[in-house]
C-alpha cells in the first residue's frame, strides 16, 4: 500500500517553478523517498529519490524536511511538457520483505498553463 | 539507463483467452517486475519476476492468473490467463539495478478484453 499523501491536482503558469508536496508521516528509517512522473500513455519516469539530505539532478530538486516526513519536488521553471502525473513513494531500500519494489499512489496530475 | 521494450504494444482478444506479454532490456537488470494500469487508476504492482525461480506475487494476484517467467536477465514474460473484461489494462514491466536505484519502465501493452 502507498505510504504517501499528495494532492490530486495542481497547476503551474509556464516558466515559473512548480513546488509539490508530499506526506510521508510514517516513512522507515530504511525507506527512501523517490519521485517519478507519467506522461499521458507513456511508463512512468524516474525523476529524482533521497533518503534524508536535497537533492538536485538536472531535472528537479527534492527537499525532504528534517524529520523525514515531507518532502517537496520543484521544477525550477516549468514547461508544458512537465504535464503529467507526478508519483511520490517511499520505498525500502535494504533489509525488507518489499525490498526495492515501488507501491504507486494516486499521484498529483501538475497541468502547466502556457 | 536500460531501454525497456515490450511486444505487443496493443491487443484486443477475446474472453477466456489468453495473452503472453514479452519484456526486453537491453542490458542485464538485478530486478524486475510486472504492474497493472487499469483505466484512469494509478499503477499497481503485480510480482517481481524472478530470475530462475517463482515469480512473488504482492496481495491479491494469484500464479494460475498470471504466470510469469523469467529465463534469463534480460527478458520476461507475463501472461494474462482465462481473460475478461476486468483484465482490460495496460501492463506494463520494469527493471533495476540493486534494490535502490532508479527503476525504468517500458511502454506498457494496452490489452482490451471484450
Known amino acids: 500500500d502507498a505510504k504517501t499523501t499528495q494532492p490530486t491536482s495542481m497547476d503551474c503558469a509556464e516558466g515559473r517553478a512548480a513546488n509539490l508536496p508530499c506526506n510521508h508521516s510514517?516513512?522507515?528509517?530504511?525507506?527512501?523517498v523517490y519521485w517519478y512522473r507519467q506522461i499521458h500513455s507513456q511508463g512512468p519516469q524516474y525523476i529524482i529519490h533521497g533518503l534524508k539530505n536535497n537533492e538536485t539532478n538536472e531535472m528537479a530538486s527534492l527537499i525532504i524536511t528534517e524529520d523525514r516526513k515531507s518532502s517537496t519536488l520543484i521544477l525550477p521553471h516549468a514547461t508544458l511538457r512537465d504535464t503529467a502525473v507526478y508519483y511520490c513513494?517511499?520505498?525500502?531500500?535494504?533489509?525488507?520483505?518489499?525490498?526495492?519494489?515501488?507501491?504507486f499512489g494516486r499521484g498529483t496530475q501538475l497541468t502547466v498553463w502556457p | 539507463s536500460a531501454v525497456i521494450s515490450q511486444k505487443p504494444s496493443r491487443d484486443i482478444c477475446q474472453r477466456g483467452t489468453s495473452l503472453t506479454i514479452q519484456c526486453q532490456v537491453d542490458s542485464q537488470v538485478t530486478m524486475m517486475f510486472w504492474y497493472r494500469q487499469q483505466p484512469g487508476q494509478s499503477l499497481t504492482l503485480i510480482a517481481t519476476?524472478?530470475?530462475?525461480?517463482?515469480?512473488?506475487?504482492e496481495s491479491g494476484f494469484v500464479i494460475d492468473k498470471f504466470p510469469i517467467s523469467r529465463p534469463n536477465l534480460t527478458f520476461s514474460t507475463l501472461t494474462v490467463s482465462n481473460m475478461s473484461p476486468e483484465d482490460s489494462s495496460i501492463y506494463l514491466c520494469s527493471g533495476q539495478q540493486g534494490s535502490y536505484n532508479e527503476q525504468f519502465f517500458g511502454p506498457g501493452t494496452r490489452l482490451t478484453v471484450l
Open positions: 513513494i517511499v520505498r525500502v531500500a535494504w533489509r525488507g520483505s518489499t525490498l526495492g519494489r515501488l507501491y
Open positions: 510514517t516513512i522507515s528509517g530504511n525507506e527512501y
Open positions: 519476476a524472478n530470475q530462475g525461480s517463482e515469480a512473488t506475487y
